[in-house]
């Protein structure tokens, strides 16, 4: 049986953007489920955006949460393969995937936030699908491939987190706006991580990793799932 490996980098950079991710649903559940502070910090007001669809903001990030931990059992696990556990997955991602093109209807940082949802989120439907296909045709090392990309390129938006942090904290002196930095930091967000799953994808030391017969050959990489 093929067995996939991922590099400390990787893992540590995917177990910081779950965590991320995940704290960022939670504090937007609360967010949600609290009175509006009626607040004009920069905080308050992006509370308020998101107060106006609060609907669709969460049939966006409840899947989207669900997504991400079914991700972390899909690509980690050691066990043989689960059909409806993938199966969990495709859905979830769909329903994550489309959900978002409508979130862009309401977005903070307006067109260059809205293109980088475009961008970023078309290549995830269509990883997620190449995905589903090579699933489809019992094709497993494609598949995991496309899986693997999608849920990085996913995980953008927990990258995006950090590099909003770094505008809101230099908002004082650079004197830019939600509405101003946040287009911004989705391109840079999602840009990191869709580079560096494609640098892993096609690196040479993973390619050197795999004997002909399809295994992995011992190495100083960790993190070995089935």
């Known amino acids: 049986m093929r067995r996939y490996r991922y590099p400390l980098w990787l893992l540590t950079g995917f177990w910081v953007c779950v965590v991320i991710a995940i704290g960022a649903v939670v504090r937007r559940l609360i967010a ?55 199966t969990t997955f495709f859905v979830l991602g769909a329903v994550t995937g489309l ?78 706006s939600p509405h101003d930095f946040f287009g911004i930091a989705f391109w840079i967000g999602f840009s990191i991580n869709a580079v560096a799953v494609e640098f892993w994808l096609r690196s040479k030391t993973r390619a050197r990793l795999y004997d002909p017969e399809g295994s992995f050959q011992s190495g100083r990489r960790v993190g070995a799932v089935v």
């Open 32 to 86: 949600l489920t609290r009175a509006p502070s009626g607040g004009s910090s920069p905080l308050a007001v992006l509370d308020a955006a998101f107060d106006s669809h609060a609907a669709l903001t969460l049939v966006h990030i409840v899947p989207a949460a669900l997504f991400v931990i079914v991700a972390a059992c899909v690509l980690l696990r050691r066990r043989a393969e689960n059909d409806w556990l993938e």
């Open 99 to 176: 959900t978002a093109y409508a979130m862009s209807r309401y977005a903070v940082g307006g067109w260059v936030e809205r293109s980088a949802v475009l961008v970023f989120n078309t290549w995830f439907l269509l990883s997620l699908s190449r995905a589903y296909w090579f699933r489809f045709h019992g094709d497993g090392a494609p598949k995991r491939e496309w899986m693997t990309r999608a849920v990085a390129v996913l995980l953008g938006i927990a990258t995006t987190r950090p590099v909003m942090g770094v505008f809101f904290a230099t908002s004082p002196r650079t004197h830019l």
